[in-house]
């Protein structure tokens, strides 16, 4: 099986997310870097502000990395109106749009929207716009990716507790 060599040297490797040809590396330094897994060239590089998590595709999402869905990378980034959760378009880093909140926390996929840990909520965003269109909580911090289950949502808490909710829409 033949496998691309990379084209630019990436250091201080902190996550990764890769679907089918696109492979998103994050540095510890705040950047992505997007690579072509065809031939290994470099698709964008971005630096932000502060990368809270690592970039995520949601195909099938990495715990703790970032995330791909749609051909887009979302990632919590904390920016000019502090804790954001970021959509980027795959092929050329730009961002799509912008929800108010955010955490640490890689997000989860199910049924056309994100599932993402907010600072003390569990946010559904839908994947097209960046609306937030339902909440669980208020709670303490939310600690952990949220992970739908059926019609449950469970996530973790600053307390330690495991908690298991229904979306409010």
């Not at 907010?118 to 303490?140: H, Q, W």
Request: net charge negative; glycine share 8%; no cysteine.
């Amino acid at each position: 099986m033949r496998v691309a060599t990379l084209r630019s040297r990436v250091d201080d490797v902190e996550a990764v997310a890769a679907d089918n040809d696109l492979l998103v590396v994050e540095g510890r330094e705040n950047s992505m870097t997007a690579f072509s897994l065809e031939d290994g060239r470099v698709l964008w590089s971005r630096r932000d502000t502060r990368l809270l998590s690592a970039p995520v595709l949601l195909i099938h999402v990495p715990t703790g990395a970032p995330a791909l869905a749609d051909r887009r990378v979302f990632v919590n980034a904390f920016g000019p109106n502090r804790y954001e959760f970021q959509a980027l378009d795959a092929p050329t880093g730009n961002l799509v749009w912008i929800a108010r909140d955010g955490s640490f926390s890689a997000p989860s996929g199910a049924d056309g929207r994100i599932v993402a840990a907010g600072r003390e909520s569990v946010l559904a965003i839908d994947r097209n716009t960046g609306e937030i269109v339902g909440r669980i909580g208020p709670y303490r911090e939310i600690t952990t990716s949220p992970v739908s289950a059926g019609d449950l949502v469970l996530f973790g808490t600053i307390d330690g507790a495991l908690h298991a909710a229904r979306l409010k829409s």
